[in-house]
């Protein structure tokens, strides 16, 4: 770890350097993510180890904690690599270890992989998300060529929580506000919906709360009319479940939102 910072109330910037960095492997994509391996306290093993090794020498309770989070940024030749790591309060694993690192501890992790990059030959581009998916969205308006169209919905917890997204495109940017009632769920779903959608082909990249993502995938599928080739969708995470059991059913949940509207 070679610096911290916190870049919103809940969102934390982690600067790694050193350590296997060297044999990094970044693939060309800007959702580009690693899964990374936080033990528990007071795990029976070094801090830095092979989570495969743990899962065969030592008990599952003592197992490391998997979480998986896209790559900010990656400078291979300086050999930085920079994580974002959303932080609500002291819940969760991943989020409470970013929001108490200190310069010189190890993060383990696995990876990178990646599958979506903005397609050069759309005519323009959605961008659909929350915090979750900020990194990613935040990597591919940076990489837009000039003038390429872009609309984006972002959902976050208030104004404070915004970050300044800089693009060589043209970008149509919303953030929209949760005010923490039972309506929030409804804001990024209801601006895709109104949104003004521009001529031509688009290619999309949707991410964030399950059931938002769900409802923002069949509009666009069958009431926008894009195909699903044309976009890359995924709920990274749920609101009424915690990351554990979000993990359980994500597989089963996936499968069924595929099958809904193929």
Excluded at 23 to 33: E, F
Excluded at 58 to 85: C, G, H, I, M, N
Excluded at 142 to 166: F, N, Y
Excluded at 209 to 214: F, L, Q, Y
Aim: glycine fraction near 8%.
């Amino acid at each position: 770890m070679t610096t911290t910072q916190q870049l919103t109330p809940s969102l934390v910037r982690v600067v790694l350097g050193g350590g296997d960095l060297a044999a990094l492997s970044m693939p060309d994509a800007t959702d580009a993510y690693v899964n990374v391996a936080i033990p528990p306290p007071g795990a029976p093993y070094d801090d830095i180890f092979v989570p495969a090794d743990v899962r065969e020498r030592f008990p599952k309770e003592t197992w490391p904690a998997r979480r998986r989070y896209t790559v900010r940024s990656w400078d291979p030749t300086a050999q930085v690599l920079t994580l974002d790591f959303v932080v609500h309060g002291d819940t969760g694993v991943a989020g409470p270890w970013a929001a108490g690192v200190q310069v010189g501890d190890v993060l383990v992790f696995e990876g990178p992989n990646g599958g979506y990059l903005p397609d050069a030959d759309a005519d323009w581009h959605l961008m659909v998300g929350d915090e979750s998916a900020l990194p990613a969205i935040a990597a591919s308006l940076e990489i837009l060529t000039p003038g390429a169209k872009a609309v984006v919905r972002l959902v976050c917890d208030g104004p404070a929580h915004e970050l300044e997204l800089s693009s060589p495109g043209e970008v149509d940017l919303l953030w929209l506000h949760r005010a923490g009632v039972a309506s929030d769920e409804d804001l990024l779903v209801s601006s895709v919906k109104v949104a003004a959608f521009p001529e031509g082909r688009v290619h999309a990249f949707v991410h964030g709360e399950a059931v938002e993502i769900r409802e923002i995938r069949r509009h666009l599928l069958v009431d926008r009319g894009l195909t699903r080739a044309d976009m890359s969708c995924s709920p990274y995470w749920r609101r009424d479940m915690a990351d554990e059991a979000w993990r359980a059913v994500k597989r089963d949940f996936v499968a069924a939102m595929e099958t809904e509207v193929a």
